[in-house]
T-cell receptor, first 110, second 113 residues
Framework: AQSVTQPDIHITVSEGASLELRCNYS??????LFWYVQSPGQGLQLLLK??????LVQGIKGFEAEFKRSQSSFNLRKPSVHWSDAAEYFC????????FGAGTTVTVRA | KAGVTQTPRYLIKTRGQQVTLSCSPI?????VSWYQQTPGQGLQFLFE???????NKGNFPGRFSGRQFSNSRSEMNVSTLELGDSALYLC????????????FGQGTRLTVV
């Protein structure tokens, strides 16, 4: 069965520090891969996507993600976190149907 | 260009009633999909419509239904509401299918009392 796992429910990071959010998926073939961010009470905003090609993809707001086929992972990173990055982040593989991980809540401390 | 518009933003209904939620996709997008978000179950796919046809569906009871009109606008209906249907319902539009970028609306917060 297809599944997606975000192992970290909650991460706290200091402003200016680096951030890495993990995502692992289990699909028969490599799905299309997305990361979304959600601020409280809001819809989802697309941060970046991976379809094929370069394994390091750049997104908006300074985020990047690395696709590793051998590990079935698509981890999201940001070198220096800003207070406005506090939100919930969702990894979402798609095989013509978007599936979402449980999400990782990021808290940024001053 | 305008984003995905969902109406209403907030709704309070009584158990046993039915409700209809509306979604206007981005102009030119033909795929509209619906999701339910709850604290316990997270984000779950309800169904996807393309060119007025349901193309994919998730594992929800038949009380949840939808339709799409010729202008790609979509409605979602929930009949015989239960307390557990209280959730944020999100709509997303895509140009072609869910393997392309999906753009989400702000959602409709449904509370069933």
């Amino acid at each position: 069965a297809q599944s997606v796992t975000q192992p970290d429910i909650h991460i706290t990071v200091s402003e200016g520090a680096s951030l890495e959010l993990r995502c692992n998926y289990s699909y028969g073939a490599t799905p299309y891969l997305f990361w979304y961010v959600q601020s409280p009470g809001q819809g989802l905003q697309l941060l970046l996507k991976y379809f094929s090609g370069d394994t390091l993809v750049q997104g908006i707001k300074g985020f990047e993600a690395e696709f590793k086929r051998s590990q079935s992972s698509f981890n999201l990173r940001k070198p220096s976190v800003h207070w406005s990055d506090a939100a919930e982040y969702f990894c979402a593989p798609s095989d013509y149907k978007l599936s979402f991980g449980a999400g990782t809540t990021v808290t940024v401390r001053a | 260009k305008a984003g995905v518009t969902q109406t209403p933003r907030y709704l309070i209904k009584t158990r046993g009633q039915q409700v209809t939620l509306s979604c206007s996709p981005i102009s030119g997008h033909r795929s509209v999909s619906w999701y339910q978000q709850t604290p316990g179950q997270g984000l779950q796919f309800l169904f996807e419509y393309f060119s007025e046809t349901q193309r994919n569906k998730g594992n929800f009871p038949g009380r949840f239904s939808g339709r799409q009109f010729s202008n790609s606008r979509s409605e979602m209906n929930v009949s015989t509401l239960e307390l557990g249907d209280s959730a944020l319902y999100l709509c997303a539009s895509s140009y072609r299918d869910l393997n392309t970028e999906a753009f989400f609306g702000q959602g409709t917060r449904l509370t069933v009392v």
